[in-house]
């Protein structure tokens, strides 16, 4: 068996590499072919499996929709001081604000753990040029 990581040969039988250690029975992340806003709420270890860039992606469109609600949130608070709102709808957009914003920080954090920084910007440049990187 090849080792992913030193390109070793091992014995057939080896679950350790003997050059690098390596377990060589882990699998690593490949890329999905969709990501989902729905991806968002898997729980952290199926987070780690996810491909690097699979994560940027959804950490984009985490932050487009925490950005949504906040708008959202702050547009029913205004109209509930002019108007009757109902009081569970304001409740609604601020819960779905604070599950946003806590997926945002387990997959921020994922991805500071993988790249050793969190992009500030999520946009098709660094998409392009991350998804470039990938082909070489």
């Given at each position: 068996m090849k080792?992913k990581y030193?390109?070793?040969?091992n014995?057939?039988n080896?679950?350790?590499c003997?050059?690098c250690?390596?377990?060589?029975?882990t699998?690593?992340?490949e890329?999905?072919?969709i990501?989902v806003?729905?991806?968002?709420?898997?729980?952290?270890?199926e987070l780690?499996?996810m491909?690097t860039?699979?994560?940027?992606?959804?950490l984009r469109?985490?932050?487009?929709?925490?950005t949504?609600v906040?708008?959202?949130?702050?547009?029913?608070?205004k109209a509930?001081?002019?108007?009757?709102i109902?009081p569970?709808t304001?409740k609604y957009?601020q819960?779905?604000y604070?599950?946003?914003?806590?997926?945002?920080?387990?997959?921020?954090?994922?991805l500071?753990?993988?790249?050793?920084?969190?992009?500030?910007r999520i946009?098709n440049?660094?998409?392009?040029r991350?998804?470039?990187?990938l082909?070489?």
């Amino acid at each position: 068996m090849k080792c992913k990581y030193c390109e070793t040969e091992n014995h057939s039988n080896a679950t350790v590499c003997q050059c690098c250690k390596a377990e060589l029975n882990t699998k690593l992340p490949e890329l999905q072919t969709i990501v989902v806003l729905e991806d968002c709420q898997k729980n952290v270890p199926e987070l780690l499996v996810m491909h690097t860039y699979d994560l940027l992606q959804l950490l984009r469109l985490v932050r487009e929709e925490r950005t949504k609600v906040y708008n959202y949130m702050r547009m029913s608070k205004k109209a509930a001081e002019q108007t009757s709102i109902d009081p569970e709808t304001i409740k609604y957009y601020q819960d779905e604000y604070v599950n946003f914003s806590t997926r945002s920080k387990i997959i921020g954090n994922i991805l500071t753990e993988r790249l050793g920084y969190l992009p500030k910007r999520i946009d098709n440049l660094l998409l392009v040029r991350y998804e470039e990187k990938l082909a070489k």
